[in-house]
């Protein structure tokens, strides 16, 4: 099967019991595929999708049909009242931090109820970085509440909450850079209830970058007033070339897009950049593309347990509310050489050797390994780490699960390699 590929025999043994170990949790990823697939075809069908649609509209962008359909089509998948879906959102960050600024005025307070962080939304906040335009340079108060493990602690939510000047709670669904499990929809229900329950009018924020169609419901299926995205995750599915979302309640939309923009203008304003019919394209193909990107994640996690590195979160037959896996190498060398292998792995300068370095925005030397048609498109198959202990590799993505698996398979390849010399 392999022969056209060069991965050992030990490797092809190693892949073959991982696959046939992930047999039903293939199963149940892909039964969520097809649930959530018939809730987006039935939208495109509701709305009218047409070949108009995807026009593109130049300059400032007014009266743009397809954009406001495409929109819709958001808030109708998610249950939402309203969305922004544009291509001048450029990065997950850069969405969230137009949602925190459009969402809170100075002297407002904004509390992380699901503790510190990724590290570039810090700097937007204000906790890290040198910035003179940050969160609390503006005014914004800011304060966090520590997970309990990797639950919420849902008392001292309800606390800090029932005081009343909170005016954002805010969540970060998957794991960032920490060594905390990603967080189901399950507990984020529990932990906009108890918002909700001690304060009705404070407003739910999730962060939701790399957990879009992996369960069969979303953060405002569950209360959340927005969550925010980027396109060049999940619901690009490899279409997107830039971009990023915002989905909740029409009027936090309204202030958003107004901070996207300008006041009074908000939606109204911005060119499609001839992005519309893929756009379209990504979000009706993204389901498919998200499984099998799970299902590369629950093969690698089961191979590297197989090959030995078994410091793997989540394990190949948990639940997955992400398209993240991680896995402790405990060394430097082997963090580097798995990336090594996941760029061989890859189909766009398969022959780079990824080097540490500094990235901005980061507070440590990053490897990362992403061999992408779109430049950082983590739903491609890529993988990084901060050179620290216990030196964690972040893998995601795999356009199609053949793809994501050769490319494990590669990596694998190279730290088997590795050990063999040593």
Known sequence: MYFHYDISDRTI???E?????CKEIFAKIDENAMRISSKVLDAFQKLRVNSADFIDITGYGYYDGGRDKLEALYAEV????????RPQLMSGTHALSVTLFGMLKPGQTLVYISGEPYDTLRSVIGTSGQSRNSLIKYGVKYEEIDLLGDDFDYEKIKERISRGDVTVAAIQRSRGYSHRRSLTIDKIERAIRAVKEACPNTLVMVDNCYGEFCEDREPTHVGADVFVGSMMKNLGAGFATSGAYCVGRREVIEDIAERFSAPCIGKDLGANFNQL???FKGFFVAPTTVAATLKSMAFAARILELAGFSDVSPRYDE?????????????EELLVKFCTGIQKGSP???YATPYPSEMPGYPHLEVSAAGTFVTGATN????????????TAYLQGGLTYE?????????IDEMICLASKA
């Open 348 to 350: 766009v300068e398969a």
């Open 277 to 279: 019919a893929s756009y």
């Open 13 to 15: 043994a190693l892949a």
């Open 380 to 391: 491609e198959l890529s993988c990084d780490g901060p050179l620290t202990p216990p030196y």
């Open 78 to 85: 998610f249950g939402a009242e309203d969305a922004l879906v």
């Open 403 to 411: 793809y994501g698996k050769l490319g494990v398979m590669r990596a």
């Open 17 to 21: 019991k991982a696959e046939a170990d």
């Open 319 to 331: 639940i997955r509310t992400d398209i993240v896996q991680t896995v402790d190498l405990h060394s």
